[in-house]
């Protein structure tokens, strides 16, 4: 009776204690935080902190409980481990990636499942996974929605496979294009990059915290902050001083609506150093900006071995233990390494008095707690079954075109586009472009999708003969992202030949698609003197202007479908060519998608979301500057090849006078912006309508116009509708010298139109 009395005891005990446990899912979360948080010893707390990547230590074998490597390395856990998508057998990834986790929960005391990251720049990079468009290309769709569909098919191929973090959105500000990561960023513009990362932030992480548990997972904004503008564009390079009116106004406005708007839980700090500070050690930048002023509540990540650079190039520390200490006051949560991982120092530093136990369990509950928001404790596992039909569906191949087709910019256009495929008997397909696939950086390789020359040929099939040459060469070997080694020029005498096969396929057509531009080879991330991808001119690389010149004199209406990541500066293509498609990279649907925009099955909506220059002396030459910066080079033709915004359809659009409903507002009252577009031409389409605003006078030195609001439109022929922008405070806001938003008196010139430059304007009176 006595055992009884006693087994009940404990059972009663246990149960009691249970309910008070981490593990219940029913408690409050701050309190199954907390309540782990008190479990933990010093050692597994820094444990959190720390990442390894997954072919650091054979995890891809897979880790089992027995694996010394794991047992070694994890045996107080970890915090998150990154998976480079190996292999091209989905259901064995997820098998072993099952078993990782598994020794995490099942092999150590307190069972803390790990985090697994991903990148996700424009779609999982994984073997099969949906492919959408570069970055740059995302950012000329000015479609909110789209985004957001498009991440959110990207979130649930991730948690297919068993990801629950990703590193994106990129929310760097495009404005220096010699830069070989402009390609990953939206735009040069904060407004736009602002509108299009909230939106990918929201189809990432979707619209409620609840949502995390099912289909979506974290995202990670980077890179914190000045990332896209490196002095004389070279990737890490030092930037400006964060506490500048201009620092606020354009790279941080977008990561603060991110978190403020869109409630990012993750942010990836940056390379560079700002004004002598590395950014991963930056407390200003990572604590005060970024927790005091913007909110925000997620966890902080280094970029990968961001915080051993502070040591090894910026020789800003002595050693691994210094570096841990100014990154982890400063305000990094984690470190993500491939190595030896610096945070593991924290142990002693804490021990020393050196870092607050305050500072180290705000650091592991940020991370807890977005471990307990994906549901992890309660379902640490995936199902290896569903990874192959949640991935890459029907559907979304079909928003992966519809994407392609919304990305693609026409700029020139006399009297050659759409093609009537009535009239062709045969098509000349030609250029370095053509016959291979581009999908970008941040793609799985080998590429996977429809090339132009594939796309066409399907679409001429019955209808057209097609007729394919190279032309040239851009370099020797094939493209690629990811792989070491610089890029070579091919030869004179073999180039020469391919122009002459070109020329030969041109006289036999009745008309030419030219794809060239810049492959994954020649604009890329320069992540070492082995892997360089920045460039010191925006010239057409190889003999690609040669090509044109040849294919020009044959006298065939020829269209140029420009290809790549970054604006390159092709002014002799701009004066010959009759019609131009800016195309970037447009994903795994390219070919179909160009076959549609050709032959005008669709018609072309696509904007600029950067500026395209006529040389690199013009640099910087973003359409937002301010005004004491726009007097002209000598002998110089000042303006941009193409400007920010700008996008023709096979239609026109017609814009009224701008009206308002009230000429005159005082600070806190807003008025509304209205007028009328109108389709004026004979097909269907797509309009941008964008609304710039320019402050006349003010205290403090002001662009010369800045994009405040868009929306897209769709109207048939002749069909009008009325465009209506709500004018406020936020619109008309800035930072004054002491760094504070406000707004000012005066008056403010509103513009509207389809583009940058050509715009119709109303003035506004803030008294």
Known sequence: MKKIILYCILISTFACNNKQSYKNSDLDLDKRVHLLLDEMTLDEKVSQLCSSMNDQTNLNSPVRSKSDSARNLFKN?????FMGVQGNDAELFVKKLND?????????????????????????????????????????????????????????????????????????????????????????????????????VRGFQGRDLKDLKDHHVIATLKHFAGHGEPMGGRNTGPIGNVN????????????????????????????????????HCNKTLLTDILV??????????????????????QKAAKGYKEAALMSFNAGIDMDLVRGKCSFMKIKELVQEGKISKERLNQAVERILRLKF???????????AKNVVKLTNTTEDRALNLKAAEEAAVLLKNENILPFNETKIKNLAVIGPMSGSIHLGGYSYEPFQGVSILSGLQQFGKGKFKVYYAEGCKINQKPATFWTDGDVVINSKADDLKLIAEAVKAAKSSDAIVLTIGENESYSREA????HLGDRESLDLPGRQNELVDALVKTGKPIVAVMVGGRPLSYNYVAEKVPAIIQAWYLGQETGTAMANLLFGKINPSGKLSITIPRSVGQLPC?????????????GANNSPLYPFGYGLSYTTFGYSNPELSKSEIIPGESTVLKVLVKN????????????????????VVRPVIQLKDFIRIYLKPGETHIVKFTIDNSKLSFFNQELKRIVEPGTFELKIGGNSKDLKSIKLTLK
Request: no cysteine.
């Open 77 to 81: 856990g970890t915090g998150f481990i």
């Open 100 to 200: 990782i986790q598994r020794y995490f929960v099942e092999n150590t005391r307190l069972g803390i499942p790990v985090l697994f990251g991903a990148e996700g720049l424009h779609g999982f990079v994984a073997h099969g996974a949906t492919i959408f468009p570069q970055n740059i290309a995302l950012g000329g769709t000015f479609d909110r929605e789209l985004i957001e569909r498009i991440y959110t098919v990207a979130a649930r191929e991730m948690r297919a496979w068993g990801i629950t973090q990703v590193f994106a959105p990129n929310l760097d500000l495009g404005r220096e294009p010699r830069f070989g990561r402009v390609e990953e960023t939206y735009s040069e513009d904060p407004y736009l990059t602002s509108q299009i990362g909230f939106a990918a």
């Open 244 to 279: 500048t009116i201009y620092f606020h106004e354009n790279p941080l406005y977008p990561f603060e609506t991110a978190i403020k708007e869109g409630g990012a839980l993750s942010v990836m700090a940056s390379y560079n150093d700002a004004d002598g500070v590395p950014n």
């Open 292 to 313: 005091d002023q913007f909110g925000f509540g997620g966890y902080v990540i280094s970029d990968l071995n961001g915080v051993t650079r502070i040591i090894e190039e």
């Open 373 to 383: 928001l994906l549901g992890l404790f309660e379902n640490p596992y995936v199902n």
């Open 527 to 530: 992540w070492s003197e082995n």
């Open 622 to 634: 973003y359409y937002s500057q301010l005004t004491s910066q726009v007097r002209s080079y000598l």
């Open 680 to 699: 004026t031409g004979l097909v269907a389409g797509s309009e941008v309508v964008q609304l710039y605003i320019r402050d006349e006078i003010s205290s």
